[in-house]
């Protein structure tokens, strides 16, 4: 990846930081922090705390009542700084449950390699310590590879999956995409809201170096979850954006494979759906909810009917 490309994409991650940053209270240590608005209305967890989980203290919150939802962050973010706007949306219908995972925001580091795998059983922990027998899972990004591996390796306890910008296997982002990875560090976010929500949450800021090290360590190695992605059981509703750094054919493999690629009038709707959002990038798809909080909406509370229209 070349210099000025990677500076933009650099600058998309701060500009994504500062608006959902701008939208939630600047006081980090108030257990409300993902305060937002809608219709004027202030929203406020109705609970938040930590669960012990896997040698973990993760923090999370929970808003709203109904069906239970979980909200998975992507890399480097925390609650405030990737679902501060997105949490009103839902919780006016749903229980929404949010954590940070390993490392991130409130939770604190452990002596333990970062890993999808590792992080999805952190979640399992969590919906168990709740008390919640199955929810949907909405992942982004490093949330979607979350999300994947938590329908994966904990079927139960997944209802319907929504991924959001997330790959299933290293090469599922355009190549350039993926080699850019090696080159971030923690010199790249000197200054940047990302940095400074690390350090007023209560992390050593000695040890952000090593934080932005650990979080890219997972997309570093090779991965390729196919074989374990297609038996998954939950629908699942996978968007990218029309300029994201995951790859089309990787997005139209997965759904072919739940049974698209058909005409829906003569053979029946696949219980899974795609969708290509127009105009979006990586960072952009957290800001296209005028689009994506119906279309998901629908897709949860959709029976899913199969069978093709009689005429």
């Given at each position: 990846?070349?210099?000025?490309?990677?500076?933009?994409?650099?600058?998309?991650?701060?500009?994504?930081?500062?608006?959902?940053?701008?939208?939630?209270?600047?006081?980090?240590?108030?257990?409300?922090?993902?305060?937002?608005?809608?219709?004027?209305q202030s929203i406020k967890p109705i609970e938040s705390s930590?669960?012990?989980?896997?040698?973990?203290?993760?923090?999370?919150?929970?808003?709203?009542?109904?069906?239970?939802?979980?909200?998975?962050?992507?890399?480097?973010?925390?609650?405030?700084?990737?679902?501060s706007h997105i949490i009103p949306l839902f919780a006016k219908?749903?229980?929404?449950?949010?954590?940070?995972?390993?490392?991130?925001?409130?939770?604190?580091?452990?002596?333990?390699?970062?890993?999808?795998?590792?992080?999805?059983?952190?979640?399992?922990?969590?919906?168990?310590?709740?008390?919640?027998?199955?929810?949907?899972?909405?992942?982004?990004?490093?949330?979607?590879?979350?999300?994947?591996?938590?329908?994966?390796?904990?079927?139960?306890?997944?209802?319907?999956?929504?991924?959001?910008?997330?790959?299933?296997?290293?090469?599922?982002?355009?190549?350039?995409?993926?080699?850019?990875?090696?080159?971030?560090?923690?010199?790249?976010?000197?200054?940047?809201?990302?940095?400074?929500?690390?350090?007023?949450?209560?992390?050593?800021?000695?040890?952000?170096?090593?934080?932005?090290?650990?979080?890219?360590?997972?997309?570093?190695?090779?991965?390729?979850?196919?074989?374990?992605?297609?038996?998954?059981?939950?629908?699942?509703?996978?968007?990218?954006?029309?300029?994201?750094?995951?790859?089309?054919?990787?997005?139209?493999?997965?759904?072919?494979?739940?049974?698209?690629?058909?005409?829906?009038?003569?053979?029946?709707?696949?219980?899974?759906?795609?969708?290509?959002?127009p105009g979006t990038t990586h960072i952009g798809m957290m800001?296209?909810?005028?689009?994506?909080?119906?279309?998901?909406?629908?897709?949860?509370?959709?029976?899913?009917?199969?069978?093709?229209?009689?005429?």
């Amino acid at each position: 990846m070349n210099k000025h490309l990677f500076t933009r994409f650099y600058f998309a991650l701060l500009i994504m930081a500062v608006s959902c940053q701008s939208s939630s209270k600047e006081n980090s240590n108030d257990s409300a922090s993902s305060n937002d608005s809608t219709n004027g209305q202030s929203i406020k967890p109705i609970e938040s705390s930590y669960a012990d989980v896997n040698g973990l203290k993760m923090y999370y919150e929970v808003y709203g009542k109904g069906k239970p939802i979980v909200l998975l962050h992507g890399s480097f973010m925390t609650i405030p700084l990737n679902w501060s706007h997105i949490i009103p949306l839902f919780a006016k219908h749903r229980k929404v449950i949010v954590a940070e995972m390993q490392g991130h925001g409130r939770t604190r580091e452990i002596d333990r390699p970062y890993s999808y795998e590792g992080m999805a059983d952190d979640v399992s922990g969590l919906l168990k310590h709740l008390k919640i027998d199955s929810a949907d899972i909405l992942g982004y990004s490093m949330g979607g590879g979350i999300a994947f591996q938590m329908a994966v390796r904990h079927p139960e306890q997944v209802r319907r999956l929504v991924v959001l910008s997330g790959s299933y296997k290293h090469d599922g982002w355009w190549p350039d995409v993926e080699a850019s990875f090696a080159t971030i560090n923690a010199d790249m976010f000197k200054g940047s809201p990302i940095e400074k929500q690390y350090d007023s949450l209560g992390n050593d800021p000695n040890h952000f170096q090593e934080f932005v090290k650990k979080v890219m360590s997972i997309d570093l190695k090779p991965y390729d979850w196919s074989k374990e992605v297609i038996n998954i059981k939950a629908p699942m509703f996978i968007a990218i954006g029309d300029a994201d750094g995951i790859k089309y054919e990787h997005a139209l493999e997965l759904f072919r494979a739940k049974g698209g690629g058909k005409m829906g009038d003569i053979h029946g709707m696949p219980k899974s759906r795609l969708a290509i959002i127009p105009g979006t990038t990586h960072i952009g798809m957290m800001y296209r909810t005028d689009w994506l909080i119906p279309m998901i909406t629908d897709f949860l509370d959709s029976d899913l009917n199969t069978t093709p229209p009689t005429f």
